[in-house]
């Protein structure tokens, strides 16, 4: 398995727009009545996103490296260790080498020029749900390529978790940016863990033979959990 980085420069094709223009109605819940103030946040909606299209230039960089040791409460790796017990039991349980792939994907500084540049606050507040559900799509766009290139290679995947999520604290940032050069892609990280560009998005993903389940949460009994993204399904 390749373990160099590699850096993609997805583009925001017009089936792109036309998705993300859906993800960003349906969050800010424009486009459902036809009073004079939807009308104006639907134009506004799409003069951002015709601002996006030509400005944004959204960049991915991702990496895969071999999992070294699983301690059962972390996954080492050559960047460091993924701290979430919940992922290490995903991980022990995988058959098969294991491995953990490092993303980050980002908007980049020209998203950051849109926002600062529009002076009302309704404006804002569509440019900012615009960007957050387009960093969300292009990474989703990152994570259908990769999961088609690892089935290619006989292996299987989980879904991507991001530091903050599940049990994973959110300086579990410093692992990612230890195995990726953000800096080519422009992205750094704050003290406090935050990324700038603010709209960037930063996970992991298990890649092995046989993965169990596509997330842990297929082996918690969290009952309350606001994240659970799979149904219980036992003890593998
Ligand atoms: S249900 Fe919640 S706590 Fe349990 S593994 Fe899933 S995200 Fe983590």
Redesign the pocket.
């Known amino acids: 398995m390749n373990t160099q980085p590699a850096i993609l420069s997805p583009r925001l094709t017009r089936t792109f727009m036309e998705h993300l223009k859906r993800r960003s109605r349906a969050t800010l819940g424009t486009g459902r009545n036809v009073s004079p103030g939807a009308a104006r946040l639907e134009r506004m909606l799409n003069e951002a996103l015709d601002a996006v299209a030509r400005e944004v230039r959204p960049k991915v960089m991702y990496r895969m490296l071999p999992v070294r040791s699983l301690t059962g409460k972390s996954i080492r790796t050559d960047a460091g260790a993924v701290k979430s017990v ?1 992922l290490a039991r995903l991980a022990q349980n995988c058959r098969g080498d294991v491995f953990v792939v490092f993303v980050i994907a980002t908007l980049g500084e020209a998203f950051e020029d849109l926002y600062r540049r529009e002076t009302s606050l309704s404006g804002q507040f569509i440019i900012d749900a615009v960007g957050s559900e387009c960093a969300e799509l292009v990474t989703d766009g990152w994570n259908n390529k990769w999961n088609s290139l690892i089935k290619r290679r006989g292996h299987e995947c989980s879904l991507r978790f991001s530091p903050g ?3 994973w604290k959110l300086e579990g940032q410093t692992v990612i940016f230890g195995a990726l050069d953000a800096d080519a892609i422009g992205v750094t990280l704050t003290k406090d863990y935050l990324m700038i560009p603010a709209k960037s998005i930063s996970a992991v993903a298990l890649a092995a033979k046989k993965v169990p389940a596509a ?3 297929a082996f ?1 009994r ?1 009952r309350s ?1 606001p ?3 799979m149904e219980f399904t036992g003890v593998p």
Do not use: G, Q
């Open positions: 919940k999520y599940c049990d997330a842990p949460c918690c969290s959990c994240w659970r993204r």
